[in-house]
């Protein structure tokens, strides 16, 4: 996966990207490219670690653009991204023990494991691992969105969210130096959900008092699964209503 190059139009596509924007950015610099035979690739493993970047860091009002319909185009379209169809009450753990970095990483691929959702759990937390130590994915706020070092679709037998609350907060690199306490783990089977999936949640953490509500719900999966749902709905008709 990580030797894996994509054309232009093929990184556009996935980087959900109009053409003229994903041209200015590329002249600019900001979007990793290599020129290999006389052509411009850009590495799949290089642009999706850009892009997942550059969604943790977004403002609300570019989340939202993020979470608007798009044209056409292979793949999930973000409206029809929901997160009822990856994420079950099993995929949830309203009180982690892990009290460091390492353990919560061990913690959540053992969570997805159990509920029978992941092929491979120890290549899922050394991917994991890799991806930290490239760069956190805890942001401001208490919350962290967990995702492998590049798309690995065959890791999971299907795309699946899952979500664990520790006991008690513990320091995962957060921006502004407070702890996290609360996980996310994304697993998507698809390319191109991916990256709609983290720009939905990252929306949901923002616009919304989702990390409240997942702090205040009870010790039940069922609880913090409701708080999600209600959150994600709240989101997208803010964002359709202002579309």
């Known amino acids: 996966m990580s030797h894996r190059f994509l054309s232009a139009e093929e990184a556009a596509r996935y980087l959900h990207l109009g053409r003229v924007e994903f041209e200015r950015l590329v002249r600019d610099g900001q979007i990793p490219s290599e020129l290999r035979g006389g052509r411009r690739v850009f590495r799949l493993v290089d642009i999706d670690a850009w892009a997942s970047r550059r969604i943790l860091e977004a403002e609300p009002r570019d989340l939202a653009q993020m979470n608007r319909p798009a044209a056409p185009a292979p793949g999930p379209a973000a409206e029809t991204v929901r997160l009822a169809d990856l994420v079950q009450p099993e995929l949830i753990a309203p009180m982690l023990g892990a009290k460091t970095r390492a353990s919560v990483l061990r913690e959540m691929v053992a969570l997805v494991d159990r509920a029978g959702w992941v092929c491979d759990a120890r290549a899922l937390l050394e991917t994991l691992e890799a991806r930290e130590a490239l760069c956190p994915t805890a942001v401001p706020g208490g919350v962290a969105f967990l995702h ?12 699946l969210l899952a979500l664990g609350r520790t006991v008690q907060p513990i320091h995962f690199g957060a921006p502004d130096g407070q702890p996290t306490d609360l996980f996310f783990l994304l697993g998507c089977c698809e390319e191109a959900l991916h990256l709609r999936l983290l720009a939905r949640l990252c929306l949901m953490a923002q616009k919304t008092d989702l990390l409240e509500q997942l702090r205040a719900a009870p010790a039940e999966p069922e609880a913090l699964l409701r708080v999600l749902l209600n959150a994600e709905a709240t989101a997208l008709a803010a964002v359709f209503r202002t579309g």
Do not use: W
Not at 148 to 159: E, H, I, M, N, T
């Open 148 to 159: 492998p070092r590049s798309p690995q679709p065959d890791l999971f037998v299907a795309s």
